[in-house]
DNA sequence: GTCTATACGCGGATAGAC
DNA sequence: GTCTATCCGCGTATAGAC
């Protein structure tokens, strides 16, 4: 599974072959399929955990009591970008179904009830008045996690999650210009350049 | 081209046969053959396509006089939406592009160059004070180029790139907290409300 | 559990008639 | 320019020995 997940996503599902698999783990195809039924009920166990994984999150999040909107919001881009991390492999690959296959559609109508979810949520914090509401709701859930989804094309497997995720939140709630988001006050002028930071690649 | 890159985009490359295109186009794969040497011409044309446009659009940005950084760190967000949407089937095709044989190894390659100037401005940017300098420039520059590259996944084609413009550079630039972005201020009793909110829908 | 051997179709690509 | 016919390799998947 491991091995073949990363293929799929190295080189393309469908530029795979149950063959590549094998040769990579020193076997051959026959010992492959006494394993796995088919190529693509692998592709469907990597997609399935990646679903699982969302929706189990999204749902602790809706269980949270005491969270208003914004801190819905928050909490599940938080744990958005966590799964991405924790599940990167599955994660990278459903992204990649195009639903060419009864399979891949499940995925896909999968992945969209959970867009519907997030776009909800980002909706109601927007209607809730903490957002900003001169651009469509709509549009925010899709740039904002279009943006989390991202991660997927440049994050390393056993990356630690945590400042990922606060860069994400950082960046999608404050911006990138410097304005209320230091701790405590608000800053009055940054102008001028050279403030000492090399930070390196 | 139209109706290949089309399907190609749908179904994926290397999911979509030859005989696909032609059984679209109401004919023959050797009908196909007669005006393409190879189905691998027709992505490095379309790939070209993307590329030549995204690097045309960066040379523009850096030819123009009179920006500072962040200026011109904006200019090449809105440029590079501006392409995106332009030239919506190219791009998208050039975003899922593998690197499995040497006309998409080159591909890559370009595109890490035109990766490399962005990312260079988003730290010019950084360095010259006009953007927040917590976050890596780095990391910035890919979630900012991550947020728009994902407006391939549902920007439908004849779309007016203006407003879309208008939103990613508002939220990268401001976030989604209203903030200093809107002229007048928003109401200021949202703190305390919980669950003030009846759930539409 | 893994192997060799194989069935069988589909893929990219070509030859040559019209 | 488009067709029919064809080549040939590789893909998924299976059978059966060890």
Redesign the interface.
Known sequence: MRVAVDLFN??????TSVGDVARELGLTKSAIYHHVPSKEHLLQSAVDEALDALTAALDAVSATA?L??EQRLRAAVRSSVTVLVDHLPAVTLLL?V?G?TPVEKAALARRRGIDQRLA?MVR?AV??????????PL??S???F??V???V??VRPGTDAAP?TD??V?????????????PGRRPSN??????G?G?P?
Chains 1, 2 share one sequence.
């Open positions: 190295r080189q393309g599902y469908d530029a005491g208003d909107a990649r195009h060419n909800d109601e209607d809730d008045g903490v957002l900003r509401d001169d651009l469509d549009v925010i899709r740039l904002l279009g943006m989804n991202s991660l094309e440049w990922l860069a994400v950082a960046l999608a709630f404050d911006g990138l210009t410097h304005g209320a988001h230091s940054q102008a001028g350049s050279g403030s930071r930070t690649r």
